[in-house]
Structure formats: structure tokens, C-alpha cells
């Protein structure tokens, strides 16, 4: 809502609640220790504000629980998916649309399909998940975004964006063995810090795929939010609708992979879209064979109707400013206070750098996780460590442990979800947290699952 007023209200009104459990400081160390310092392992009912995810936690519409009370449950052909294969084609332009119970699920597919030893993966920065299910068919994940994109501190407006001279380089250095099998990109980059990709970047990157005849894909799970920061950054895009934007994105790739969890703000649900008629074939049989028949992909009726719902919701630009414009009123707050954060503030979550935050601990004693476990100590906020803990990696000959190139904690906002009021007591526990940082210690790891470990894996206060 564009008006003289500088306060953005929230464009819904709440009709439900759920009741919050209070806890006391003596409760949260016993559920911290029985959890073995892993805030995944802790209940969710003993969060007081979980800030863990923003996918799956949003606030479904009254109008997404209307559909889903509409939402037929065919096995075969249900109406439902046609209602959310035209919401898809309608955004993308896409031929083929495959439901999934998730994005991962359509990751695991995809990479199913195409990965393989040898076989090699690009993108501006690989997620947790799409890293792991590349790496689980034993290909190659390869980060190639822009410098800036792994600096805190730079203010570049599209630090998601694709380093396309890496691009090129790569892509020449392994023309023509057919290693090479597709180019991402994360929209939002939600591991540098929820950062956008420009408009020109996308049409770019796409140019040079085109040019060594390799498919670009999109993780799409945030678009929206991505297409909210081209319409407010990127010249010439001032006065287009959200919608516009996004189909424009949509234009310049080949397909996409989709948590719906995030940008179409449903609890469960995520596609692959795309329009390559044998890569089709492929998809198809293990859907079928892995997650369910092709149009329900795992999902019930009711979720498919919720996600077509909620597709069109989230171009809405009242919707978008709302988002956009709380999560920095967390990230304004903490840099006012001098705590570091990733910078400009993101869509979907503010990023505090805890390697700058806390030097005296070392990358591979964790100080995000040193943080997020404060973070849950002193006020029951759950948080989530994107740094040596989710993503250090493992030198192949002498098997020591790799640092990550940052030490985040990410403070991922939930759709329609938390008051004004929940973020400024986020932003009183932070500043206590910051009063004593110096007392913090660091973690180590003392057993781990050999995939995406910060899931399961158990820590020890050091």
C-alpha cells in the first residue's frame, strides 16, 4: 500500500491463535543438553519464537483454507492438480509440471535423472539439500556467484547474482565432454544471505548456458521475493507488476525446481516444471516410482489447491512490501545496536555474522552454532547456523575438515506469522545476547550422519 505514511501494516487481519509456551532459562539448558546442542532436535513446542525455517511455517489465507475444503482427492487426474498445473504454466510458461511432497523431493528427482559420477552441478551457491542430493549421486556441486555474494559487509544490490566470467570459464574448461549437465540458480541465495539475482544477471547467465548448450534451471522457491527487490533495485523495472517480473524470470530458464513451502506459502508442497519433452520421461517414471502418480506427486487434493492459491497470493505487492519491509525492520534493528549482519538486509531472513560477531571462536569450533544455541538459552529463540557446521567440507587426501567461506546464523521470518512485537523482544534477546558474547564458547561435533548433518548430528560444548 503505497501511501504518505511511513508504517507498513500487515494486509491481513488474524482470526486464529496459537498459544505460545513460556519457558524459564533452567528448562531451556535441559531440552539444549537433551538435544546434544542441536536446536532441530528440540520440540517445537518448547520454542518460544521459532525462527528455525520460513518453509512450511507460514500462515495459510482464508482463501487457501476455502480451496482446500474444495480440493478433490482423485488418485488420477484430479481437478485440484489442474487448477495448480495452470497456476504454474501461468507464472512460468512451462510445458511439464510434476507435483512434489517438497522442493528436496524435486531436487532428489531431477538429480536423479540427470547427475551421476563425474557429472557436475553449477550454481550461484548451492542450498543444503540441493547440494546433498547432488552429492548423493556422486556428482559435483559447484559455487560460482559473484565475490561480493561471500562478503558480509559489501552493499551490492544483487549479491546473489551468477559470476558469469567463473560461468564462462568453467563451462569452456569442460566444453565438450558432456560433464557438465546444468546451471542453476538459487532465487532468492538463500545461503549468502537471502540475496537477490538482478534481471540482467539471469538473462545473462542464460545467454552463456545457451551458448554451450546447457540447461539453465531455477530454484525457485523464493521468485517472488526475488522479483519484489528487481522491481525496487533494477532500472527499468520500477513501474511493472510483480507478476510481469516473475514471468520474465521464468522466460530466461529452461525449467525449475520449487519448495512451494516458501513463495507459495503452503505447510506442504513444491513441483518440478520444465519443458524438455525427454527429460519428461525420466522425471515421470521416478515420480511414479518415488513420490506418487504424476498428478499428485504425494500430495493430497487439498494441498494441490492450496498451492494454486497460494501462487497467486504472493505477486500480490502489498503482500510483498509487508514481507520485505519487516524482515529489515530485525535487520535496521540489529545494525543500529552494532550487531554484524549480512548486508543489504535479505527477503526472507536477517544473517548475523557470527565469525565477525565472535572472533575469539574458531570457524571449526562453530561460532554460529555458539550463537544460535545462545540465542535459545537466553530466550527461547530458535535459530538455524549456515556456516562450518552445515556446509565445511572434508579435503578428499588428507580428510581434515574445511571451513565454510561464512559463519551465519540465519533468523528465517515465517509468512504472516509474528507480530511487531515478537520481532522487537528477537531484537531485546539479541542485544543481551551481544552484552555477554565475549563468555561464549564454541562446539564440537561428536557424531554425524554423512549427509546434511547439522540435521542429526550431536555437539559438545567445548
Not at 14 to 34: A, G, N, W
Not at 292 to 313: I, P, V
Not at 384 to 410: C, H, N, Q, W
Request: net charge neutral.
Amino acid at each position: 500500500m503505497h501511501s504518505k505514511f511511513k508504517t507498513i501494516i500487515e494486509p491481513f487481519r488474524i482470526k486464529m491463535v496459537e498459544p505460545i509456551k513460556m519457558t524459564t532459562l533452567s528448562e531451556r539448558k535441559k531440552y539444549l543438553e537433551e538435544a546434544a546442542y542441536n536446536l532441530f532436535q528440540i520440540r517445537a513446542e518448547n520454542i518460544l519464537i521459532d525462527l528455525l525455517t520460513d518453509s512450511g511455517t507460514g500462515a495459510m489465507s482464508a482463501a487457501q483454507w476455502g480451496k482446500m475444503m474444495e480440493g478433490d482427492e482423485s488418485y488420477a487426474g484430479c481437478k485440484s492438480f489442474y487448477d495448480m498445473k495452470d497456476a504454474v504454466v501461468d507464472l512460468t510458461g512451462y510445458k511439464h509440471v510434476f507435483p512434489t511432497h517438497q522442493g528436496r523431493a524435486a531436487e532428489r528427482i531431477l538429480f536423479s535423472c540427470i547427475g551421476g559420477e563425474g557429472k557436475i552441478i553449477l550454481n550461484n551457491t548451492h542450498f543444503d539439500t540441493t547440494r546433498a542430493n547432488v552429492e548423493y549421486t556422486k556428482a559435483e556441486a559447484i559455487d560460482l556467484v559473484i565475490d561480493e555474494g561471500r562478503d558480509p559487509s559489501s552493499l551490492h544490490p544483487f549479491k546473489g547474482n551468477m559470476d558469469l566470467v567463473k560461468l564462462e570459464n568453467t563451462l569452456k574448461q569442460y566444453a565438450g565432454s558432456d560433464r557438465v549437465q546444468m546451471c542453476m540458480m538459487t532465487i532468492t541465495n538463500n545461503s549468502g544471505g537471502g540475496q537477490p539475482v538482478s534481471m540482467q544477471n539471469i538473462r545473462e547467465t542464460k545467454a552463456i548456458c545457451q551458448k554451450y548448450k546447457i540447461p539453465f534451471f531455477l530454484d525457485a522457491c523464493r521468485f517472488a521475493e526475488n522479483a519484489y527487490f528487481i522491481k525496487q533495485r533494477e532500472d527499468g523495472f520500477k513501474n511493472k507488476a510483480i507478476k510481469q517480473i516473475v514471468q520474465e524470470m521464468f522466460s530466461y530458464a529452461d525449467g525449475c525446481t520449487m519448495s512451494a513451502k516458501k513463495d507459495a506459502i503452503v505447510n506442504m508442497g513444491g513441483f518440478l516444471a520444465f519443458n524438455d519433452d525427454n527429460l519428461a520421461i525420466g522425471v515421470q517414471n521416478m515420480l511414479i516410482l518415488t513420490e506418487g502418480f504424476s498428478t499428485y506427486g504425494g500430495l493430497s487434493g487439498r494441498d494441490l489447491a492450496a498451492l494454486a492459491q497460494g501462487l497467486k497470493e504472493v505477486v500480490d505487492e502489498d503482500y510483498l512490501e509487508y514481507r520485505i519491509v519487516s524482515t529489515q525492520y530485525l535487520g535496521n534493528a540489529l545494525i543500529e545496536m552494532g550487531v554484524p549482519v549480512v548486508r543489504p538486509i535479505g527477503g526472507h531472513a536477517v544473517y548475523i555474522d557470527a565469525k565477525a560477531m565472535l572472533p575469539h571462536i574458531s570457524a571449526l569450533q562453530y561460532p554460529g552454532q555458539a550463537l544460535a544455541c545462545a540465542l535459545y538459552l537466553e530466550g527461547g529463540i530458535r535459530s538455524v547456523e549456515i556456516g562450518s557446521f552445515m556446509f565445511g567440507s572434508y579435503d578428499k587426501k588428507t580428510g581434515a575438515e574445511i571451513p565454510s567461506k561464512m559463519e551465519l546464523v540465519r533468523l528465517a521470518i515465517p509468512r504472516r506469522v509474528y507480530t511487531q512485537s515478537h520481532i522487537d523482544f528477537v531484537i531485546e534477546v539479541i542485544a543481551e545476547v551481544n552484552k555477554n558474547k565475549n563468555a561464549l564458547r564454541g562446539y564440537k561435533v561428536v557424531e554425524q550422519p554423512p549427509f546434511l548433518r547439522h540435521f542429526s548430528a550431536k555437539l559438545k560444548k567445548l
